[in-house]
């Protein structure tokens, strides 16, 4: 599959475990924020967003948690299998950037079993 | 799935040709968008589009242009690859209503 990050960070699992990722966003003005998931040889896919009215929202096994003070957002994984292993983005949407969205370079989580 | 297909999935080519990736959706969206992906850059936009033949430059435009001359395609035109345009392009569409985008399998592009 294709490499999409050579040196990024790595947050390594163990299965079951919860895992929290983390995300340091550039802009205090913006607004909306998503989490992607990607795996290799693979497009990204969409996990979950938070408006930046809101510092917590829940899916299904996952948690985004946004705290605009610090300009930070966090995933949180609960129950990590092995298909949670990928490349985790986030991305910053706002007034600044034309209401387009900027992603962040990724965090590579692997889950060991 | 978002019914999105990227056209062609692999090329190698020699710098100096013309390239085009297409990409097709099948969803009537109005927002398409072209992204480049390199290890250390996260995605970067090149080009996007608001409709048909409407269309803006993104943060990595130089080298690239685009054309949409149906709601459905979007085809991103190098005119002359370099070896510096290797990489693996994503092509998104955005959700009706909503902030999101929907991605594209990737088209990954060598060039020689």
């Known amino acids: 599959g294709e490499s999409v990050g050579l040196h990024l960070p790595t947050l390594s699992v163990q299965e079951g475990d919860n895992s929290i990722i983390n995300c340091a966003y550039s802009?205090?003005?913006?607004?909306?924020f998503i989490w992607y998931k990607q795996e290799s040889g693979k497009g990204p896919q969409f996990i979950i967003d938070?408006?930046?009215?809101?510092d917590k929202r829940q899916g299904q096994r996952v948690t985004v948690l946004l705290n605009k003070t610090v300009k930070h957002l966090s995933l949180q994984i609960a129950a990590t299998q092995p298909g949670d292993s990928a490349v985790y983005f986030c991305?910053?949407?706002?007034?600044?950037?034309?209401?387009?969205?900027?992603f962040g370079a990724g965090t590579i989580l692997r889950v060991k079993s | 799935d978002a019914g999105i297909t990227q056209s062609p999935r692999h090329k190698v080519t020699e710098t100096g040709t013309p390239v085009t990736l297409r990409c097709h959706q099948t969803?009537?969206?109005?927002?398409m968008y072209w992204y480049r992906q390199d290890p250390g850059h996260g995605l970067r936009l090149i080009h996007y589009?608001?409709?048909?033949?409407?269309?803006d430059k993104g943060e990595v435009s130089d080298g690239y242009s685009v054309s949409r001359s149906k709601t459905e395609d979007f085809l991103l035109t190098l005119e002359s690859a370099t070896s510096s345009q290797t990489s693996v392009y994503f092509c998104?569409?955005?959700?009706?209503?909503?902030?999101?985008?929907?991605f594209g399998e990737g088209s990954r592009l060598t060039v020689l």
């Open positions: 998104a569409i955005r959700g009706a209503g909503t902030g999101e985008l929907f």
């Open positions: 802009n205090s003005a913006s607004d909306y």
């Open positions: 938070i408006r930046s009215n809101m």
């Open positions: 991305a910053e949407s706002g007034r600044e950037y034309g209401n387009k969205l900027v």
């Open positions: 969803e009537n969206h109005r927002y």
């Open positions: 589009s608001y409709g048909v033949k409407d269309t």
